[in-house]
């Protein structure tokens, strides 16, 4: 049987991870900045507007990847 588009959607869970609301709450109290984040199987993505930023949460990396309670893998990306 085929599934009608609705009937999809339906099923679909559109909440945002709790790894990623975690992050972006720690950037924002920490840098007063806004990212993107994008949580896969393995990683999470990390999309900050600025290369200075970005670097800055590279050397937060294990406070970040504390605050949102994950071992995966984090990747920083510039916008």
């Given at each position: 049987m085929a599934n009608s588009l609705a009937d999809i959607l339906l099923n679909k869970n559109f909440d945002e991870?709790?790894?990623?609301?975690?992050?972006?709450?720690?950037?924002?109290?920490?840098?007063?900045?806004?990212?993107?984040?994008?949580v896969r199987e393995h990683d999470i993505i990390i999309e900050a507007p600025s290369a200075a930023l970005a670097g800055s949460l590279r050397l937060h990396q294990i406070q970040i990847k504390k605050a949102a309670s994950t071992e995966k893998r984090l990747i920083l990306r510039i916008r």
């Open positions: 991870p709790a790894e990623a609301t975690a992050i972006k709450q720690y950037v924002q109290t920490t840098f007063q900045q806004a990212v993107a984040v994008t």
